[in-house]
């Protein structure tokens, strides 16, 4: 006997949404591309809207750089590290809008390295994949896609075309899914975007920029970039102010081109009326030490990234009007368990007698919100008890 049509229909609907949920299921915590990176830019979202009077906006230097729990414990602000992995400047609008759109900070703070990149760098497939498969706003989402990337436009809307090979990498799958729970169970950021890093680096040749104004041009591509950049922020209906700035390096033979790049930047910036802050030229008002405080060429570790965190920190309390916020309870709390969980990070990496999670040098992982970092510290705490 032939089944009622509306049976039919109401089972072939059943078997459509079966399907479209396991697929959702999928790319959300199995199949999608989701690590730290990943993580940084959703936990933004997780931010109770007007709650930051700072956003840190820019590349890894950001990330490793600057600790917004810290910031919060010694200056009262609240922060957080908005930041990519050579986060392209083409990319710098369509962030800004996404800040703007549920946070109205006090001043944005945009490090400025990437706008030094050659043109390999300027157009960054990678960093368009973080930021559209993050991203709330589905307009900017689509003009990145449009505009700047590579890959297929479907793949922007449906990753799980991009990354459906994948299945087979069942340790990196299952951590991306424990990721992002561990975000959707906390509700907030662990460490507001930032790295921790425990890694040691001693160059050396270095060369020391300390007044060194020397220049080089941008290339052509990143100078039209960042004119274009520099005229949308100038068209922006806001309050929020915006200062540059160009974290420590290591410099040496190899990249110093990167830095007479950034006095091109530089020039330009003040030129057109913003504030611009090179702490390459702060080494000794910081206290930073080339020999400990670095992570690699390029970014500080946790002991730098304090140095740092305390000097940037101090100069925002000082010369920008960080209003209070009036933050909801389940908020503050959220920043008191940020506070104390950096606490516990620093003194994990200080402790010189704990191996736990220690690499082949005796250095300790780095730690940055996700899953595994929960773990670390928790079985550190363990260990602290059980001395």
């Known amino acids: 006997m032939k089944k009622p049509l509306t049976h039919r229909i109401i089972t072939v609907a059943a078997l459509v949404v079966a399907i479209v949920g396991t697929l959702f299921l999928l790319e959300q915590y199995y199949l999608g ?3 730290n990176h990943s993580m940084r830019i959703q936990g933004f979202y997780k ?41 392209p400047i083409s990319l710098w609008k ?45 307009d900017n989402k689509l003009e990145i896609a449009a505009t700047l990337g590579e890959d297929d436009l479907l793949t922007y809307y449906l990753p799980i075309i991009k990354y459906h090979s994948n299945w087979a ?30 890694v ?56 110093a081109s990167r830095y007479y790049r950034a006095n091109t930047t530089k020039s330009l910036l003040e030129a057109e009326g913003f504030n611009y802050i090179d702490f390459n030229q702060k080494i000794e008002e910081m206290g930073l030490d080339q020999s400990t405080d670095f992570r690699d060429r390029e970014h500080l570790n946790w002991s730098g990234s304090d140095k740092l965190t305390t000097y940037l920190g101090q100069y925002l309390a000082e010369n920008y009007d960080l209003g209070s916020r009036d933050l909801s309870k389940k908020s503050l709390e959220g920043w008191e368990t940020v506070v104390e ?47």
């Open 200 to 255: 040691m680096m001693t160059v050396t040749d270095t060369i020391d920029m300390t007044g060194v104004t020397k220049a080089k041009k941008l290339s052509s591509y990143a100078e039209v970039e960042l004119r274009e950049f520099l005229n949308y922020l100038k068209s922006l209906d806001t309050d929020t102010e915006f200062l540059f700035v160009l974290f420590p390096h290591l410099w040496i033979k190899e990249n």
């Open 169 to 198: 990498d069942l340790k990196n799958n299952l951590y991306g899914g424990l990721n992002r729970l561990t975000l959707q169970v906390h509700g907030t950021h662990l460490t507001k975007g930032h790295i921790a890093s425990d």
């Open 341 to 387: 969980a950096d606490h516990l990070m620093k003194e994990y990496f200080a402790d010189d007698s704990t191996t736990l999670r220690t690499d082949k040098n005796g250095r300790k992982k780095g730690l940055s919100g996700t899953f595994m970092s929960y773990r670390t510290l928790r079985e550190y705490q363990e260990e602290i008890l059980q001395r």
């Open 47 to 87: 931010e109770e809207k007007d709650s930051l009077n700072v956003v840190m906006l820019g590349a890894s230097e950001i990330y490793y750089g600057f600790d917004p729990a810290q910031a919060y414990e010694e200056y009262g602000f609240t922060s957080y590290d908005f930041a990519l992995p050579s986060n």
């Open 94 to 138: 369509y962030e800004v809008e996404e800040i703007l759109a549920t946070q109205h900070p006090d001043v944005i703070v945009m490090e400025v390295t990437s706008a030094s990149y050659n043109m390999h760098l300027v157009y960054k497939e990678s960093a368009n994949r973080y930021l559209t498969e993050n991203m709330l706003n589905a």
């Open 33 to 35: 591309h989701y690590d």
